[in-house]
């Protein structure tokens, strides 16, 4: 058994980019919410995700003091409490317990929260740790896993899949060559046979990319590991999905690796991406409000509101500038959408927070189409629940930086062309949650508050120039922002509503258009409230 009873044991690393990447060979997990920053940015996260099991593999480099001989894991559990993102600094605490029972959990550097927690059990084997030659790295699948998406209600109890692998010397060269990254002033000793937590590494690919697939976020797995995992031996991870629940969105799927292992794992479905409206289904019930050639600069355009309302603006006469700082892909496909329909709008990649880019994006606006005369400030940094206590400065930071101070670099480099053009629009985007707060959002409450500020202050200083500065406040709209909330939630949300629903981005991208319009002529320092029939009563 193992020596050193309660005694704890901590290191320390850092997720890098190779490290993500080296990994995803390893397993063959490409999810591109993990691999890709234009996917990560129309996710709820707005940022790239770490694999959830490449943390774990730091497990190996934990030393205890123990007998002679070998050892191997025999069970393992994990529940994955919040997200690991690239970059974050990790430290992993194991504590020993009683004969060869361990518990661990990997908390995040700075701020202490804990990340993933379980336990686990080694037990002596006879087998040899095979160490590591100059083989050159090798992936664990010995089939190409094609990259699945299913919906909520695609899934049902009995669906089943197979992935053939075998844990090669390569696959070892690979893991120890991303646990030097992460530890690159340690030797590679391994604290236990590798052979068994390769082979559990399958269950990244198994929710990543096969069920439920791109849409997945992964809760939690619990395996008993019977007998050793043998080198090269050809095995089959063998699932099947034993539990759905629409309510939760979430399912289960019991696994089995030949005689060797046996376990499970949960995971839950995030809802698919909100397809918006094509252009010419909004071209169609769009009207002449004097907008036409007027010159539209919307922050945070790629998606949800942002785009609707480059689409209905563009729908209008006007020419759109679409901001985006990630999501290129899904920026051009909008733009491109517009173009062919006969509209205008060009996209422009800058970082809003940084004034000098801002400079550099409205110099381009102005030479490719003229002078701003309307802008919109829609972006916003994300809306993901964190506990006030386990707040730090730097979140609510990072959410100002967006909200209040991008909202602030845009309005003065555009306000000097509008006052030389005799007046402009700026509409900012507001959120009923400053009136009535949610629970567990503060950063997202403060930033919008400093832009409710904002709005009424510009408002009265340039009102002589006729520059009219309005909000428009929305109750919870559906698109990518709010994907992580449950459909239950936002079922009983609707269902409180007056209107029965809750707002779809065109209803808002309509009061945005309306008070950049001629229609609003003597309206400013005013909040448009688009709740259907909620309070906060103005």
């Not at 629409?246 to 399912?251: C, E, K, P, Q, R």
């Not at 707060?437 to 409450?445: G, L």
């Amino acid at each position: 058994m193992l020596q050193a009873h309660n005694q704890a044991r901590r290191i320390s690393f850092q997720i890098t980019e190779s490290m993500v990447r080296r990994f995803a060979f390893l397993t063959g997990d490409s999810n591109p919410l993990h691999l890709h920053e234009d996917a990560a940015a129309t996710s709820a996260y707005r940022e790239r995700i770490v694999h959830g099991f490449l943390p774990l593999c730091f497990l190996l480099a934990v030393q205890f003091p123990r007998i002679s001989g070998t050892w191997r894991l025999r069970s393992l559990q994990a529940k994955f409490l919040k997200p690991v993102f690239l970059d974050d600094a990790l430290t992993l605490e194991v504590h020993m317990q009683e004969q060869s029972g361990f518990s661990w959990r990997i908390l995040n550097h700075k701020s202490q929260e804990s990340l993933i927690e379980g336990k686990g059990e080694i037990e002596p084997s006879e087998a040899r740790i095979p160490i590591a030659s100059d083989t050159p790295e090798e992936g664990l699948l010995k089939d190409d896993v094609q990259e699945r998406t299913y919906a909520m209600q695609e899934i049902q109890e009995g669906m089943a899949n197979t992935m053939r692998f075998a844990v090669s010397q390569g696959a070892i060269v690979g893991l120890q060559l991303l646990l030097q990254e992460g530890l690159p002033d340690e030797k590679f000793s391994p604290a236990f046979s590798p052979l068994e937590l390769l082979a559990l590494l399958m269950c990244s690919p198994s929710v990543g990319m096969v069920m439920p697939g791109t849409s997945a976020t992964l809760y939690g797995f619990e395996v008993t590991i019977h007998e050793p995992v043998v080198l090269n031996a050809p095995y089959e991870f063998k699932e099947e999905v034993t539990f759905v629940s629409g309510a939760t969105h979430s399912i289960k799927k019991e696994f089995t690796v030949g005689s060797a292992i046996r376990g499970f794992i949960t995971a839950g479905v995030r809802s698919p991406r909100v397809h918006l409206s094509s252009f010419a289904d909004i071209q169609k019930k769009a009207h002449d409000m004097g907008l036409k050639d007027k010159v539209v600069l919307i922050t945070g355009a790629n998606s949800g509101i942002g785009a609707t309302c480059a689409m209905l603006f563009a729908a209008l006469g006007a020419r759109v500038a679409i901001n985006y700082l990630r999501g290129k892909e899904d920026a051009e496909n909008l733009s491109e959408d517009i173009r062919k329909g006969g509209g205008k709008a060009l996209c422009f990649q800058a970082d809003i927070t940084n004034r000098e880019q801002v400079r550099a994006m409205v110099e381009k606006i102005n030479e490719s189409f003229g002078a701003v005369d309307v802008l919109v400030n829609n972006a916003v940094r994300d809306f993901l629940p964190k506990d006030f206590l386990s707040t730090q400065w730097e979140d609510i930071q990072r959410d100002l930086d967006v909200v209040v101070k991008g909202s602030v670099h845009c309005s003065q480099e555009v306000i000097p062309g509008m006052i030389k053009a005799g007046g402009g629009r700026i509409i900012t985007i507001g959120t009923v949650a400053t009136d009535d707060p949610p629970s567990r959002h503060s950063k997202y409450v403060i930033a919008k508050s400093g832009l409710v500020g904002l709005t009424r202050a510009l408002a009265v200083e340039y009102a002589r120039q006729n520059i009219f500065v309005n909000m428009v406040v929305p109750s919870m709209v559906e698109t990518d922002l709010i994907a992580h909330i449950p459909d239950g939630f936002r079922k009983k949300i609707a269902e409180e509503s007056p209107l029965g629903r809750y707002a779809e981005p065109l209803d808002v991208a309509r009061a945005v258009v309306f008070l950049a319009s001629d229609y609003a002529s003597f309206t400013t320092g005013q909040k448009i409230m688009v709740t259907g029939g909620l309070a906060p009563f103005l």
